[in-house]
């Protein structure tokens, strides 16, 4: 019989030989599950930075990874954390077939992998939460990025967007009219609002608040009279409270700034206005009316908001305060003035612009310090003409045909 000590030690050396066989196991064991990434490739905060190995995998003609799909069409659309993108992918036409396909293409960056998730356009900007991108082609579907499956919320939906809890998504009904909300969790839909007008824009709280744009005309940016409103309402009581409108024209679009204050953007004809909207007390501080669409570009990055407008960026925190503006240093022997501007991030540790220019044309990715306006670096893209950013770590750059994309970190 062993003693109390005996048996102390003895398990001890049980537990350390279990420790050595396990070791030798896992070592020895095939690799049938995906590492997880190393701590190297993991910003901090919780932002995701893909592998250079799966940007390389990423990078390329888009026919190389054999989906049926030829070239990107549009927009290249990133996740918040930029672990997927999503984008419309098209198809040349073959033999005996008059039109060229058009696909919704999933692009999973921590994995390299690209792959068809709806046959059909991709209509508008998709809307993001942890688990599930929702998306407008011809109706409305949420596709589950955890589990890889695709339900369709609408066959008659179009503006999706889905709260950040995952648990709700709200579209613009195109065959009752009004706004819709469909449980994620029931797969049921209900009706929010009966007016034909009205189009959901973003969730200000969860689940109750819920804004949306509304208006008095249904050609929206033609004709006198016809405006729009941005209106919030409350998902549980169904109560509507109507804020600041445009004259002769429409909003397109909506970021918040934390649960009392929004960015709206809206434009007539070819010019661009942007409002910082406090829900609470029900102000709205103009950014800029009726600008050249070339002339301003915007970005928001912990909850202020950045405008660039020839070589200047000027910041407004949540409350639409002007900051101190900022001058971006001309990089030498360039004039940026005379370039088209059609990308701009904004990080605690960079500003980045991208613009074209040139016979052929060419997309130029430039890097200034966000303290300073110092220039940091520029990148040269021979064969892309447009540049789409990522909110945290990435930007794509699609070919002039389309036919194949880049996928670069920022850093």
Do not use: C
Not at 43 to 51: A, M, Q
Not at 79 to 95: C, H, I, K, M, T
Not at 151 to 159: D, I
Request: charged share 20%; no cysteine.
């Amino acid at each position: 019989m062993l003693t109390q000590k005996g048996k102390i030690v003895f398990f001890v050396i049980i537990l350390m030989v279990a420790g050595i066989i396990s070791a030798l196991f896992l070592q020895s064991s095939p690799d049938i599950a995906e590492r997880p990434l190393s701590e190297e490739h993991q910003e901090e905060n919780g932002v995701f930075v893909p592998t250079s190995d799966a940007l390389s995998r990423l990078s390329g003609d888009i026919s190389s990874f054999g989906i049926g799909v030829d070239k990107v069409a549009g927009s290249v659309y990133f996740s918040p954390d930029s672990r997927f993108a999503l984008f419309q992918g098209e198809s040349n036409p073959v033999e005996g077939q008059l039109e060229k396909g058009s696909y919704v293409v999933l692009v999973d960056i921590s994995k390299g992998v690209m792959k068809k998730i709806y046959d059909g356009s991709l209509v508008g900007k998709p809307s993001w939460s942890s688990n599930f991108v929702v998306f407008s082609s011809d109706g409305v579907y949420i596709y589950n990025l955890k589990d890889d499956a695709l339900n369709v919320v609408s066959s008659f939906g179009s503006h999706p967007v889905i709260s950040p809890d995952s648990l709700f998504v709200a579209y613009k009904n195109t065959n009752e009219g009004g706004v819709f909300v469909y449980s994620v969790e029931s797969r049921n839909s209900s009706i929010l609002t009966d007016d034909t007008s009205d189009t959901p824009a973003v969730w200000l709280k969860v689940p109750t608040d819920l804004l949306i744009f509304k208006s008095d005309g249904t050609d929206l940016g033609e004709g006198a009279g016809e405006r729009q409103f941005v209106a919030r309402v409350d998902t549980v009581t169904k109560s509507i409270k109507e804020y600041t409108s445009v004259s002769r024209g429409r909003f397109f679009d909506a970021v918040t700034l934390g649960d009392e204050s929004v960015l709206v953007s809206g434009g007539f004809d070819d010019g661009r206005s942007d409002y910082i909207l406090n829900v609470k007390n029900d102000t709205a501080v103009t950014l800029h009316k009726n600008v050249s669409v070339s002339e301003v570009l915007i970005d928001v990055f912990s909850r202020n908001v950045f405008v660039y407008s020839q070589n200047t960026v000027t910041p407004y925190n949540y409350l639409g305060e002007k900051m101190t503006p900022l001058t971006l240093q001309n990089p030498p022997d360039v004039d940026m003035v005379k370039e088209t501007p059609l990308g701009f991030n904004v990080n605690e540790k960079s500003v980045w612009l991208s613009g074209v220019s040139g016979k052929p044309l060419r997309s130029t990715i430039r890097q200034w310090n966000f303290l300073t306006g110092e220039f940091v670096k520029e990148d040269v893209s021979e064969d892309g003409v447009v540049t789409f950013f990522s909110e945290t770590s990435l930007y794509a750059v699609p070919s002039e045909d389309g036919a194949s994309v880049q996928f670069t970190i920022l850093n």
